[in-house]
């Protein structure tokens, strides 16, 4: 395979492919292995327009929120463990500037099956009865979701169409120049994600040959053929954490956290961590060498030894 193209690209390039107006979806959950290096990449580049297609990427829904770059989100929940609500994506809610679409978790996972299998619906008993069915939001009802009878006689399930992102941004452990890539410790729906989505980027903490990949086939989340480009990003997750490499940054999180009270000072935490710096190299100088070597995790654990949250 040594002849075969690369598929490693600078970040810059590859964000230039999210055009204005372009859906996206992004991997991670809760605090772990979000591809913020991409999003602040993108904040850069001064996108508009997009819609956010989501399971449970808060930090990327609110990063984009406080940029202004969101119109639309299908999700099915946003939240900071151990904060609370993400402020930004909330206010531009109730403000009416980001229209959203609800689901459950297994609802946006089905329809991105549905997507990914190509398949006109997916079939799924979650939803049902509830007002995420009843109450619509920009998507008109019929094109959601409908009743179905089951062919088989056996009950009434809830049918859910398709949904297919322009974009699929994943962030990983590993990855060779062909576009295998391995995440260790928990994934979430990242397969899913990339197989419903045209374009699949994916930021990696390190570049291996393709001998390391081919050592542990079983560990290969997600093979070449499913992925378009890979960007070398060490701590392209920072302030998340990533398993088996750094943990997440409790301190950097609480000072957004805190600054996000407030549109000035959300403003001002942008043009410190973000619009200041001109990369993402730039943006690990200014968190230091030994901040970042704090958040390294035992290897053997694949975690931090001693909680150093506070």
């Not at 946003?78 to 930004?88: A, H």
């Not at 190299?281 to 931090?304: C, E, F, I, N």
Request: aromatic letters at 10%.
């Amino acid at each position: 395979m040594a002849g075969s193209p690369s598929k490693i690209t600078p970040l810059a390039e590859a964000a230039s492919a999210v055009a204005n107006g372009a859906s996206l979806t992004a991997g991670g959950f809760a605090h772990s292995h979000q591809p913020l290096a991409f999003t602040r990449e993108l904040i850069r580049q001064g996108r508009s327009r997009l819609t956010l297609m989501s399971v449970a990427e808060c930090w990327v829904a609110e990063f984009l929120a406080a940029a202004s770059m969101l119109e639309k989100a299908y999700f099915s929940n946003f939240m900071f463990e151990g904060y609370g609500r993400c402020r930004c994506f909330s206010r531009a809610v109730e403000a009416g500037t980001i229209a959203v679409e609800d689901h459950s978790h297994f609802g946006m996972v089905s329809r991105f099956m549905a997507a990914g299998l190509g398949l006109p619906f997916m079939p799924m008993r979650a939803m049902a009865g509830t007002d995420i069915l009843a109450v619509s939001g920009f998507e008109p009802a019929h094109e959601k979701a409908q009743q179905l009878h089951s062919p088989f006689g056996n009950g009434v399930v809830t049918a859910v169409s398709p949904l297919k992102p322009d974009v699929a941004v994943i962030h990983a452990a590993q990855a060779d120049h062909l576009g295998n890539i391995k995440l260790f410790g928990t994934t979430s729906v990242i397969e899913e994600q990339a197989r419903a989505a045209d374009l699949v980027i994916v930021t990696v903490e390190e570049i291996v040959d393709t001998d390391v990949i081919r050592r542990q086939p079983e560990m290969t989340l997600l093979p070449a053929l499913m992925v378009d480009m890979v960007v070398h990003l060490p701590y392209g997750a920072h302030p998340t954490g990533v398993y088996g490499y750094y943990d997440h940054d409790a301190p950097h999180l609480a000072d957004y956290y805190a600054a996000s009270a407030t549109e000035a000072e959300t403003a001002a935490w942008l043009d410190r961590w973000v619009y200041g710096l001109p990369d993402h190299w730039a943006y690990l100088d200014a968190l230091t060498m030994s901040r970042l070597l704090r958040l390294r995790v035992d290897p053997a654990l694949g975690y931090l030894r001693e909680a150093c949250h506070g």
